[in-house]
């Protein structure tokens, strides 16, 4: 596609409960990131994808998060047993390779957790 | 692990002021770059410093690596409400770094 896009744009979840979120990265793009922005804070890395190599997850905070990519395709973070901590804006954006400085963002998810 | 300082945190001007934002840390960063967030959105690119001392204008904005590329400023000249948004700094670390650490942010609002 033209841009990066993200699904849902908003999720309100009931503590406890798992919650996926989806993200179609540019066509052609071969890295993908996901980032989670916290009121007030900067953009956190999660994980990292390039490719079919292993993916770099140094960046997930607990083992409730994971996520997924096929191949050079869609990526999907699930968050299992939602805490309200979790609550936040969840960036993905994608990149031509590594090392590519042009990172194009998505609109990301406005995820609650009620 | 590398922090970005991002300060002023929040600035209010009316259109047609100048602003300069500043983007500071004690780490060396092989480049810097610059993001505008507006609300709902994610952020968008503005530019990628490299060199140290390096000066880049985009338009009514002007951005400045620091000679020891541990610090960057941008400086809008004649402020828009369009250049309202979250400004964002994020520095790609020296070693081949791939991930960049991002500042907190400053929150611009520019009153017609």
């Known amino acids: 596609g033209a841009g990066v896009s993200q699904s849902p744009s908003n999720k309100v979840t009931e503590k406890g409960k798992d919650v996926e979120l989806r993200c179609d990265p540019i066509s052609g793009h071969t890295a993908l990131y996901w980032y989670r922005q916290r009121l007030g804070q900067g953009l956190e890395f999660l994980i990292y994808f390039q490719g079919n190599s292993a993916p770099d997850k140094s960046g997930l905070p607990s083992d409730r998060f994971s996520a997924e990519r096929t191949g050079e395709s869609v990526s999907t973070l699930t968050i299992q047993r939602t805490q309200q901590e979790d609550s936040a804006v969840y960036l993905c954006?994608?990149?031509?390779?590594?090392?590519?400085?042009?990172?194009?963002f998505g609109s990301g998810t406005r995820l609650t957790v009620v | 692990t590398q922090l970005l300082e991002q300060s002023p945190q929040f600035l209010s001007i009316q259109e047609g002021e100048n602003l300069t934002v500043y983007c500071n840390s004690s780490s060396v960063f092989s480049s810097l770059q610059w993001y505008r967030q507006e609300p709902g959105e994610g952020p968008v690119l503005l530019v990628t410093?490299?060199?140290?001392?390096e000066v880049k204008k985009l338009k009514r904005l002007t951005f400045q690596f620091g000679d020891a590329r541990k610090d960057s400023s941008l400086h809008i000249t004649a402020a828009q409400p369009g250049d309202t948004g979250l400004y964002l700094c994020a520095g790609f670390g020296t070693g081949g770094s791939y991930i960049p650490t991002f500042g907190r942010g400053t929150s611009l609002i520019v009153h017609p």
């Open positions: 410093v490299v060199t140290g001392g």
């Open positions: 954006a994608s990149t031509l390779y590594t090392g590519d400085w042009g990172y194009t």
